[in-house]
């Protein structure tokens, strides 16, 4: 499954993304992909990622949706689709 949070992702969304990767993992042995677009500005925010949120990548628009049985919208937002959500197949 491919776990994507909302653009410019703030720790809740981190969190929460990851909180669904091991329950994945954990309940039904489901393996995930954890991205993230856009950047993590604040100092506070790129200190969580790391120790919290291991796995995390930061997408590219080259990253294909085809190659994933489901995909998970983390903290999204209908302004985040509107503005930054790629289309199918450029993930």
Do not use: E, F
């Not at 990767?21 to 100092?43: E, P």
Request: with cysteine.
């Amino acid at each position: 499954m491919l776990i994507l949070t909302r653009y410019n992702p703030d720790p809740d969304g981190l969190v929460a993304s990851q909180a669904l990767a091991v329950l994945l993992d954990q309940t039904w042995g489901m393996s995930s992909r954890r991205i993230y677009y856009g950047t993590v500005d604040q100092a506070i925010n790129r200190a969580m990622l790391r120790p919290l949120t291991p796995g995390w990548k930061r997408g590219s628009m080259s990253l294909k949706i085809d190659h994933y049985s489901a995909v998970a919208l983390v903290d999204w937002h209908y302004s985040d689709a509107c503005l930054s959500t790629p289309t199918r197949g450029q993930y």
